[in-house]
């Protein structure tokens, strides 16, 4: 799960530099690793095994040449997830306007999804959807839905919930709406969460490297840290040692 990929120092700790997501790219080309959009990794059962989905949440202007670009160059995919009143304009979430909440234009977005990545919505407004009514919740859904279908002639199947909240009414909302699927910000594996409303992804933040990312690959959990790692390796080490004592 990526956000905005600026060339200057990110102004949020889930941006990523542009030059940084380069690397992530490079790193995932030159091991191998194959990238799908949400859809297809869903709905495809014989991918291969290295196989990653891409995520981008809010739909920043600077994914434009930062990301969709390198990801045409490098033959790849990914799915972007769009707050639809903001399109155009700036990322009222975000704070003081400025190039980094700057956000896609209808032309760019036609553009990205014509070149094969898939589109979403992340709402219009990107609210708490777990502080709204029912009935609000459902406006949200389905009003970003209609204007993402409008303006690229395509049904749009998937949505993400903004901030990764949500309760069971979402759940029903979109489902209601129409959604096939959704994505949460809950680490772990596709399909350690049965329920298609509730996929998992893992974030990337700021200062993740291609080591970090690598080890994200692997574990599918966001905390990757040295800590963590040796706890978990002296774990399995420690269980290791008790066998061979057993044996």
């Known amino acids: ?5 600026p060339k200057h120092p990110p102004i949020s700790n889930y941006s990523i530099p542009a030059a940084q997501f380069y690397r ?41 040449e930062n990301a969709f670009l390198p990801l045409l160059e490098k033959n790849m995919k990914a799915t972007w997830f769009i707050t639809t009143d903001c399109i155009g304009r700036h990322a009222k979430w ?16 036609r553009e990205m999804s014509a070149a094969g990545m898939e589109i979403g919505s992340h709402t219009c407004s990107h609210p708490d959807l777990s502080t709204l009514s029912f009935q609000q919740q459902k406006q949200e859904l389905s009003k970003s839905q209609h204007v993402l279908e409008d303006l690229l002639q395509t049904f749009v199947t998937g949505f993400a919930y903004p901030y990764g909240r949500y309760n069971e009414e979402s759940l029903t909302a979109a489902k209601e709406v129409g959604y096939h699927w959704a994505c949460s910000t809950r680490s772990g594996w596709l399909h350690k969460e049965q329920n298609p409303l ?3 992804r ?43 004592l057993t044996t």
């Open 1 to 5: 799960m990526y956000h905005g990929t």
């Open 24 to 64: 992530h790219l490079t790193y995932l080309k030159k091991n191998g690793w194959h990238t799908t959009s949400i859809s297809d990794l869903l709905k495809s059962s014989n991918l291969p095994d290295k196989t990653v989905a891409l995520t981008f949440d809010d739909g920043y202007a600077d994914n434009y």
């Open 94 to 109: 975000m704070g003081q306007p400025s190039s980094q909440t700057q956000m896609l234009t209808t032309g760019q977005l």
């Open 198 to 200: 509730l996929i998992r």
């Open 202 to 244: 893992v974030t990337i933040f700021a200062g993740d490297t291609t080591a970090v990312l690598a080890r994200k690959l692997i574990f599918a959990d966001n905390d990757v840290g040295w800590k963590k790692m040796v706890a978990y390796y002296g774990t399995r080490l420690k269980g290791k040692c008790l066998k061979n």
